[in-house]
């Protein structure tokens, strides 16, 4: 069974960066992962994703501002966001797509004041 578990999350001032983690357990191959957001009364939508391959892509709103990054040694994601923008607060969870089995991990929250 695939866990994730993130971190990383807090309160940060508008402009200011933060670094979120995701660290899979239990994931045997190399697999596309990603980070979504969540922000309240809206769905969740897609930030940043990359492939085994390590290709990448991004939401408009967050390019040229995150970078998203692994570690497949460390069966890791990382999600570096600078510039940060009130907008930006939501809660952030980590996805891995095994295989066509997608799992999310519980999310850490992101506060961006003004």
């Known amino acids: 069974q695939v866990q994730l578990v993130e971190s990383g999350g807090g309160l940060v001032q508008a402009g200011g960066s933060l670094r979120l983690s995701c660290t899979a357990s239990?994931?045997?191959?190399?697999?596309?992962m990603g980070w979504y957001r969540q922000a309240p009364g809206k769905q969740r939508e897609l930030v940043a994703a990359?492939?085994?391959?390590?290709?990448?892509n991004y939401a408009d709103s967050v390019k040229g501002r995150f970078t998203i990054s692994r570690d497949n040694a460390k069966n890791a994601v990382y999600l570096q966001m600078n510039t940060l923008k009130p907008e930006d607060t939501a809660v952030y969870y980590c996805n891995l797509n095994s295989w066509g089995a997608i799992y999310w991990g519980k999310g850490t929250l992101v506060t961006v004041s003004s």
């Open positions: 990359v492939s085994a391959g390590d290709i990448t």
């Open positions: 239990g994931a045997r191959f190399v697999s596309p």
